[in-house]
């Protein structure tokens, strides 16, 4: 019942109002997925640090991204920053498949052990670099970046499925991000400006 009253108040009352997504937030407890000393603040609204310089986003940014996707539960999807794997964990629910890519061992490590133990099957989680995507799985119907860029990087562009892939994305700089919401069909490409947010720089060859 907690966990459902955040939901309402900070989700559906700002306007997400799937009943999907909604339910995949009510599956994952955010707690699981923060360090010890501050899982008291998982109903809060509020990026927490996870380790490392990085912290797992704000849930509401992370159900506005989510629901820009559009996915019907068939898509494959292809995750950069599995940080914690609460937002992994939550695609899940809402995916066929999800790749998920992450730039620190560490990290990909204890979110894989996590996803595990909640008994979630459709999670493939990778250690590398992001901007390069994953070619070897591609294409994607679906792709989301949970770290700012400067521009779009190419190999994500080029693994999105031509039949109506979507890639959402923060672009700007440490100041000043918003997000961003491609569409593929053939070879047309349609971006499309977004809310503004804030994020940690993605870093790799085609990051911040
Ligand atoms: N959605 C995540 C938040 C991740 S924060 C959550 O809810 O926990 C962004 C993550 O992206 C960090 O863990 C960071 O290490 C990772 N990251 C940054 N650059 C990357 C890159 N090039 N490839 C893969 N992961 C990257």
């Known amino acids: 019942m907690k966990n459902m009253n955040w939901i309402e108040r900070q989700l559906y009352a700002r306007g997400i109002t799937s009943p999907k997504i909604l339910e995949a937030f009510r599956k994952v407890p955010r707690e699981f997925f923060l360090p010890e000393n501050l899982k008291n603040f998982a109903d809060d609204d509020t990026p927490l640090p996870i380790g490392y310089g990085q912290t ?19 898509e494959k999807v292809l995750e950069i920053g599995t940080g914690s794997g609460y937002q992994t964990a939550i695609l899940s629910y809402l995916a066929r498949e999800v790749y998920s890519i992450e730039v620190v061992p560490d990290l990909a490590e204890k979110a894989r052990q996590k ?45 999105l499925s031509p039949s109506g892939g979507r890639l959402i994305i923060p672009l700007g700089n440490k100041t ?10 053939g070879e047309k490409i349609e971006k499309i400006k977004l809310d503004p947010c804030v994020f940690v720089p993605l870093k790799g060859e085609y990051g911040s």
């Open 56 to 74: 797992t986003s704000q849930p509401f940014i992370i159900a506005l991204m989510i629901s820009y996707l559009d996915l019907t539960g068939n």
């Open 176 to 185: 000043l991000q918003h997000l961003f919401l491609f569409k593929k069909n």
């Open 115 to 159: 996803i595990e133990k909640l008994g979630i099957k459709n999670v493939y989680i990778f250690v590398g670099d992001g901007t390069k995507g994953l070619p070897e799985y591609a294409p994607y119907d679906a792709i989301l970046v949970s770290a700012y860029a400067p521009h779009v990087p190419p190999p994500l562009i080029e693994q």
